[in-house]
């Protein structure tokens, strides 16, 4: 499974990137399609380029975090699981992630992230669960984890229920921010959640009700956007405040530190010097806020290096006024000086 490890990396950033904040915009002209190719132009369609095995599994423990590696008997690595989360890191079919508009760098690889019923511990490979899961899932070419969060970026068309529902299609990050200019980091505004994106009200297991604003129809921002993919979509846990609770909590500093699964950077204040261990679908929390640089207020889902070797993210963002993986007003990378490579604080596998 190519998930290469990620590199070691050694004023206000936001205001620093305000004058530059044309420059990804200019090099975008060539499509506003953001999509996943999967060695050809249909989204969704992968290229048979990978052979699931349906046997003969080896498992081998590793640490730092604790987890099981299912090996092919061929040595390929065909899964990752760590222990406490529920995250279930897969081999499959290679495909490329890219996003004209924004950026020139490509993802490609063949990891697809989906999710267990519950959280990994050693010795699950042994039970009659895993034996039928997981050759079905290896198998699986239904859109995981990725697949659905790219639903949302640039071009992305309209899904719909039968209902008539609209469930995927390109988002906006927030509606626009009276007296703010064109250039500010805040033209969008946050506080939408995946229900105001969806339109519809929402009632959380304790019984609380959230109402969407028409405002924000297709509107989510960053932590609402780990909810859509994450728990509206793929079926994990949330709930309504910042508070301990079951699944996903609201904003981004609550699923840093309070959501469940495995820490796996924890936050020091400064950008952390090894984030080699990260793999494709862990969560990255960010401090970049002019006014509280310390304070966690952005997070995204790491897709893996891009094709020069930068770690690469997707996140919603203001100013790119959506999902996106490009580099308008900060590149979306992990390594290097770059806004968000220095704001990098912590990192999450659900």
Not at 246 to 255: E, H, S, T
Not at 279 to 285: C, N, R
Request: charged share 25%; hydrophobic share 35%; glycine share 12%.
């Amino acid at each position: 499974m190519s998930t290469e490890r990620t590199p070691r990396r050694g004023p206000s950033r936001r205001k620093v990137l305000t004058g530059v904040a044309g420059l990804a915009a200019a090099a975008g002209a060539v499509s506003a399609y953001a999509r996943s190719q999967l060695q050809q132009p249909d989204n969704g369609h992968p290229h048979d380029d990978f052979t699931a095995p349906t046997g003969g599994y080896h498992f081998q423990r590793r640490q730092s975090p604790a987890r099981t590696e299912v090996r092919a008997s061929d040595g390929r690595v065909l899964a990752t699981f760590t222990d406490g989360a529920r995250t279930a890191l897969l081999a499959g079919p290679t495909r490329t992630w890219s996003e004209p508009r924004t950026t020139s760098a490509v993802v490609r690889g063949n990891a697809w992230v989906r999710l267990m019923p519950d959280a990994w511990r050693q010795g699950k490979e042994h039970t009659q669960w895993f034996r039928a899961w997981f050759p079905k899932t290896l198998a699986d070419r239904s859109p995981d984890v990725l697949g659905v969060a790219f639903q949302y970026g640039d071009g992305a068309p309209d899904r719909r229920k039968a209902s008539g529902l609209r469930y995927a299609g390109k988002a906006h990050f927030g509606p626009r921010v009276p007296g703010e200019s064109a250039t500010s980091f805040h033209f969008h505004d946050e506080k939408s959640d995946f229900y105001d994106y969806l339109g519809v009200p929402w009632t959380f297991p304790d019984g609380t009700r959230k109402d969407p604003e028409k405002a924000r129809y297709g509107d989510v921002d960053c932590s609402g956007f780990m909810r859509l993919v994450w728990g509206y979509r793929m079926g994990y846990p949330m709930h309504a405040t910042n508070l301990p609770g079951v699944g996903l909590p609201r904003r981004a500093y609550a699923i840093a530190s309070r959501a469940p699964g495995v820490l796996l950077l924890p936050d020091t204040g400064r950008p952390p010097a090894d984030i080699s261990l990260l793999q494709p679908g862990d969560l990255v929390f960010f401090a970049i806020d002019i006014g509280r640089p310390h304070g966690i207020d952005h997070c995204g889902i790491y897709l893996g290096p891009d094709t020069e070797g930068h770690p690469r993210f997707y996140s919603s963002r203001s100013k790119a006024n959506g999902p996106t993986m490009g580099d308008l007003a900060g590149r979306a990378t992990l390594d290097g000086g770059g806004f968000y490579a220095q704001g990098l604080r912590m990192a999450r596998r659900l």
